[in-house]
Nanobody
Framework: VQLQASGGGLVQAGGSLRLSCVASGSIFSINDMGWYRQAPGTERELVAKITGGGSTAYADSVKGRFTISRDDVKRTAYLQMNRLKPEDAAVYYC???????????????WGQGTLVTVSS
């Protein structure tokens, strides 16, 4: 199982980016998926998560600006980031709780991270 995050880049403050996280490999089911971020010198923090049923949760700092969504056919989670601020700059990581076969437990897999840079 692999998670591939993409979509990061350099954007001016106030701009937008859309991150994607594609899960591939031997996958039976994907439960929760989430986006985390880590800026230099800080701990990794939860940005947004979405359950298998589509319920979402966000960090207070991104509420109203970021939107998480998923496409289960494509096994992909998205993070639409609008009105970006310099303090949003970080490496963004995705994860997913994945079962590789029927009745197997769900394990959390992580993507490799994608860098978001926001210029002021």
């Amino acid at each position: 199982v692999q998670l591939q995050a993409s979509g990061g880049g350099l954007v001016q403050a106030g701009g937008s980016l859309r991150l994607s996280c594609v899960a591939s490999g031997s996958i039976f089911s994907i439960n929760d998926m989430g986006w985390y971020r880590q800026a230099p010198g800080t701990e990794r923090e939860l940005v947004a998560k979405i359950t298998g049923g589509g319920s979402t949760a966000y960090a207070d700092s991104v509420k109203g600006r970021f939107t998480i969504s998923r496409d289960d056919v494509k096994r992909t989670a998205y993070l639409q980031m609008n009105r970006l601020k310099p303090e949003d700059a970080a490496v963004y990581y995705c994860n997913g709780d994945i079962a590789v076969r029927h009745l197997s437990p769900f394990y959390t897999y992580w993507g490799q991270g994608t860098l978001v840079t926001v210029s002021s």
